[in-house]
């Protein structure tokens, strides 16, 4: 059993070493990428909530570099940051 969870883990880090590398993901593997299920993501395409590609009308396509900003939309700024934010405005929106 120990060995089989050794090769899994060693899978898994060697499917992270492919993703690392490519540019273009397939449906699949974008949805291993973004750890979402295909159901889910296959909505968002449908919606065009997320940035993909159709070549030939049927496969889907994603370009990694569009996954990673479509992640980082919409951030949630820590207290810190909003209070940083804050002085700054009222510093430089002193009359």
């Known amino acids: 059993m120990c060995k089989n969870k050794s090769i899994e883990q060693r899978i898994e880090e060697l499917e992270a070493l492919v993703y690392a590398t490519k540019n273009v993901l397939s449906f699949d593997e ?8 295909k159901s889910y993501l296959y909505k968002l ?9 159709k070549p030939q009308g049927k ?3 994603f370009e990694k570099d569009a996954l990673d900003a479509w992640l980082r939309q919409n951030p949630v700024k820590t207290q810190a940051q909003i209070s940083q934010e804050a002085s700054h405005y009222i510093m430089t929106h002193q009359k």
């Open 45 to 53: 395409t449908s919606a065009q909530q997320i940035p993909h590609y």
């Open 30 to 37: 974008a949805s291993k990428y973004l750890n979402l299920s």
């Open 59 to 61: 496969m889907i396509y």
